[in-house]
């Protein structure tokens, strides 16, 4: 096992073709002290170790979406402590950002966050499925991280995809398991698969990411109340 710190991150991402500012180093800074603090009042995150943080957090957040054309409109479902939609706005300040969090505590973080980080991201306090009905495809890309497993996710986030956009899912280990659960709902909701990424942590944890591309609009129907979509997943 090798140490990851805030430089191997720089190193990391360089590699990747992207090299941070002073100001982009900073913003990371502060968003490791913000988490920190906020984390001993509320419950925000179980990784709370600075390294950690900077790998399974923001390095893990920005790795599968390294090459996308910029400027997008990415929309985060269930963003908790601001991952990965945060992480990707401070290294691709063009993209414009839309998260939907239902938990009030976690929009009064991210909007102090993004006060304190000068950035600038839209933040919608609604459950995924409500905000779906009315913002249908919409956006060039969505994703989601630690929110449901694929079938179910599936349902709130690539209604919002707008045709020929992209529905990235954050997987673990689970990923390729979740994914053959949700051929159907995947079909069923206008998208196919187009690149599985799997990359490894520095203590052995797996990462699967699944990029679906939306090659027709999803049908009226959907999404279905949340009730039914858990009951029932496509």
Request: aromatic share 8%; charged share 20%; glycine share 8%.
């Given at each position: 096992m090798h140490i990851f710190d805030k430089e191997i991150f720089k190193k990391e991402l360089q590699k990747?073709?992207?090299?941070?500012?002073p100001k982009q180093e900073?913003?990371?800074?502060?968003y490791v002290a913000m988490?920190?603090?906020?984390?001993?009042?509320?419950?925000?995150?179980a990784i709370t170790e600075e390294n950690a943080i900077y790998e399974k957090h923001f390095y893990d957040s920005i790795l599968p979406f390294v090459g996308m054309e910029e400027p997008i409109h990415l929309c985060d479902v269930g963003a908790g402590a601001g991952f990965p939609s945060i992480p990707l706005k401070i290294v691709f300040p063009k993209w414009k950002v839309t998260i939907v969090e239902p938990l009030h505590k976690r929009i009064r973080f991210l909007?102090?966050?993004?006060?304190?980080l000068s950035i600038d991201v839209t933040l919608k306090h609604m459950r995924g499925e409500d905000f779906a009905k009315q913002h249908r495809e919409q956006f060039d890309l969505v994703t989601a991280r630690a929110v449901a497993n694929l079938p179910i996710l599936s349902e709130l986030c690539i209604p919002l995809v707008k045709v020929n956009g992209i529905f990235l899912a954050m997987k673990g280990a689970s990923g390729d398991d979740e994914a053959q659960h949700a051929t159907n709902a995947i079909q069923c909701l206008g998208c196919r698969l187009s690149k599985r990424m799997e990359t490894e942590l520095s203590d052995g944890s797996k990462r699967v990411n699944l990029i679906y591309e939306k090659v027709k609009k999803t049908p009226q129907q959907y999404p279905r109340a949340f009730s039914q979509i858990k009951k029932h997943p496509l």
């Open positions: 990747q073709g992207i090299t941070l500012t900073q913003q990371f800074k502060d988490l920190q603090e906020w984390n001993q009042k509320m419950n925000l995150t909007k102090a966050l993004g006060e304190a």
